[in-house]
């Protein structure tokens, strides 16, 4: 197994998952090309054919965002709230907590 893909277990294949490799029966003719999207028909067609798994490419994880990112985020969350305002009070407050929530400031590890 690489790390581009992993052999599925036909039980565990639903619609939307790309092949990562061609799929082929016990006489060696192709039954989906490598890239197919799977779709319910597709799925029963290999069943019908006696595919007991198929490689499926696996989901790229997605990149944790950065600080800067997060602060970004945060101050387009609040962009209504000036930072300076002692009138409003409460949402300083909120702010504060998401900000140190988010970004895991006082957390212990």
Do not use: C
């Not at 039980?11 to 490598?34: F, R, T």
């Not at 490689?55 to 101050?75: F, N, T, W, Y």
């Amino acid at each position: 197994m690489s790390d581009t893909y992993e052999m599925t277990p036909l039980a565990h294949l639903y619609p939307g998952m790309v092949l990562a490799d061609a799929v082929m029966d016990e006489h060696g003719h192709v039954l989906l090309a490598a890239g197919a999207v799977l779709n319910e028909a597709a799925i029963a067609s290999l069943a019908r054919h006696g595919v007991g798994a198929a490689p499926v490419q696996r989901a790229a994880p997605l990149a944790a965002p950065g600080d800067a990112e997060i602060q970004a985020r945060i101050d387009h969350l609040f962009r209504r709230n000036d930072r300076d305002d002692l009138g409003d009070w409460a949402t300083g407050l909120l702010r504060r907590y998401v900000e140190d929530y988010r970004l895991k400031r006082g957390v212990a590890p």
